[in-house]
């Protein structure tokens, strides 16, 4: 249901097309993170909004993505990502520490 008492939150209009990225972090819990634009232009806000139809809720870092990119209130942001190759990406950290033999 739409709230009255908070305006939707504009999406930024695109002023950047078809941007190469390489993510930084980004955390599936809080739906955000950061990503690296190729040019070292600086770092992009991404939400996880941004991913669209690419039904993608985590993004490791290191996945590289293109997207377009937009000024939003705090400067640029991701808009919307058109595809993740997520070969480039670091391995996913084993949960639950290390689990490898210890010498006595």
Excluded: Y
């Excluded at 941007?19 to 070292?40: N, Q």
């Excluded at 590289?64 to 640029?76: F, N, S, V, Y």
Aim: aromatic share 8%; hydrophobic share 40%.
């Amino acid at each position: 249901m739409f709230d009255r008492r908070k305006p939707p939150a504009a999406q930024p209009f695109v002023t950047h097309e078809n941007i190469e990225a390489r993510v930084k972090w980004f955390d599936p819990e809080k739906g955000f993170g950061f990503a690296s634009p190729s040019d070292g232009s600086g770092d992009v806000f991404l939400h996880v909004s941004a991913l669209g139809p690419l039904d993608q809720q985590s993004l490791l870092p290191g996945a590289t993505i293109i997207a377009d990119l937009g000024e939003g209130r705090r400067g640029l942001q991701v808009v919307a990502v058109h595809e993740i190759d997520a070969s480039t990406a670091a391995p996913a950290a084993p949960r639950g520490g290390d689990r490898s033999p210890r010498p006595f």
